[in-house]
């Protein structure tokens, strides 16, 4: 098993969303931690760098399904049950790093990590339909860090490759939100 530290490098602004609305100002707000500072769960980024191997994987004929399965546990679909069902990879959370978090923290300066992006339906004649306002919260664009540990090590290779397929994180990606590139880190500090 092994380990990978990778980050994510935001080009644009990103809305990676909590559920939750702020009601008349914003319909759907970023997910946050304790601190009121943005991140990416860990839950997202498996899904997604699940997505990048197999799609790689399926064009190089490198791994089969069932070594898949053992990193990353058995697709939502499946109806079958098993003990490893999660797999063995663990994904963290991706995070701002250490330092940059305490001085924005130290600040109060977590506000300027946010910004409201509205848009409305148009209709044939021009005209905005009722009731179509929407506005969402979006980060600033930014560089995200995160790991993944228990790797079995035949999908390490594979995922090394991979990664760099993901191009954008989040709502609204087909409108210019989430651009990104994904970047394995060797050695250094977080």
Not at 104 to 115: D, M, P, S, T, W
Not at 165 to 187: A, Q, W
Request: negative net charge; proline residues 3%.
């Amino acid at each position: 098993m092994s380990s990978i530290k990778y980050s994510i490098h935001f080009y644009s602004s990103w809305h990676c969303g909590s559920g939750l609305s702020a009601g008349a100002d914003v319909d759907a707000l970023v997910i946050k931690d304790k601190d009121g500072l943005p991140y990416i769960p860990g839950k997202t980024l498996k899904g997604l760098v699940r997505e990048a191997v197999e799609d790689y994987a399926a064009l190089s004929g490198t791994l089969s399904q069932e070594v898949l399965n053992k990193a990353f546990g058995l697709p939502a679909n499946t109806d079958k049950t098993d003990d490893n069902m999660s797999g063995t990879a663990f994904f963290t959370n991706a995070t701002l790093n250490e330092k940059e978090a305490k001085a924005i923290v130290g600040n109060r300066a977590q506000e300027y990590l946010y910004k409201k992006v509205s848009s409305t339906a148009i209709d044939d004649e021009g005209i905005a339909d009722d009731n179509s306002l929407r506005s969402i919260e979006t980060v600033v664009p930014c560089t995200l860090h995160a790991a993944i540990y228990d790797l079995p090590h035949d999908v390490e290779e594979v995922l090394e490759k991979s990664i760099g397929l993901i191009h954008h994180i989040g709502m609204n990606r087909s409108r210019g939100l989430g651009r990104c590139d994904f970047k394995i880190e060797k050695g250094g500090e977080r």
